[in-house]
């Protein structure tokens, strides 16, 4: 049987393992300073799907008071086509909107076809908007200097 729940410091190993496998990890983000970042705001949010004791899939969310956001949302391949993400994702809807949450939005590499798929299945729209970022911090990552686009 799945569940959902909290992310707990437990599960970071396994939780930075299924990114890496899912392909969300990249170069310029390491994926535990990600994570002690998000158990510093709304680590409620921050939920991992759970079978026999092993995670098998993780979503962040977050609510800054306008909008809410879907972050990390990760199926192991084992387990995709089971409703994995689905439940993830309702549930981080259901706390969003418990807060107060009016609207959830995302971002999608355009390449990332099945996830594409995926939020279209589960009535998110695309719009059109230019997404735009500004790094604050550069994490080391072990040697030099980072740069992101």
Same mark, same amino acid.
């Given at each position: 049987?799945?569940?959902i729940?909290a992310?707990?410091?437990?599960?970071? !190993?396994?939780?930075v393992? /299924?990114?890496e496998?899912a392909g969300?990890?990249? *170069?310029? $983000? !390491?994926p535990?300073?990600?994570i002690?970042r998000k158990?510093t705001?709304?680590p +409620?949010?921050?939920?991992?799907?759970? +079978?026999d004791?092993r995670?098998i899939?993780?979503?962040?969310?977050?609510y800054?008071g306008h909008?809410?956001?879907?972050y990390?949302?990760?199926t192991? *391949?084992?387990?995709r086509?089971?409703?994995?993400?689905?439940?993830?994702v309702?549930?981080?809807?259901?706390l969003? +909107?418990?807060?107060?949450?009016p609207?959830?939005? /995302?971002?999608?590499r355009p !390449? $990332?076809?099945?996830?594409?798929g995926?939020?279209?299945?589960?009535?998110y729209e695309p719009f059109?908007?230019?997404a735009?970022?500004k790094?604050l911090i550069v994490d !080391?990552?072990?040697g030099?200097?980072?740069s992101a *686009?």
């Amino acid at each position: 049987m799945i569940g959902i729940r909290a992310f707990a410091s437990t599960d970071e !190993d396994a939780v930075v393992a /299924l990114w890496e496998e899912a392909g969300l990890t990249r *170069p310029w $983000n !390491d994926p535990r300073v990600d994570i002690r970042r998000k158990l510093t705001v709304q680590p +409620e949010l921050f939920l991992v799907a759970v +079978e026999d004791r092993r995670v098998i899939g993780s979503v962040m969310a977050g609510y800054d008071g306008h909008r809410g956001w879907l972050y990390y949302l990760a199926t192991a *391949p084992s387990s995709r086509g089971r409703g994995v993400a689905r439940a993830l994702v309702a549930e981080a809807e259901r706390l969003l +909107e418990a807060m107060g949450c009016p609207k959830v939005q /995302l971002m999608v590499r355009p !390449d $990332n076809t099945g996830a594409r798929g995926l939020y279209d299945a589960l009535g998110y729209e695309p719009f059109d908007t230019w997404a735009t970022g500004k790094r604050l911090i550069v994490d !080391d990552l072990g040697g030099g200097s980072a740069s992101a *686009p």
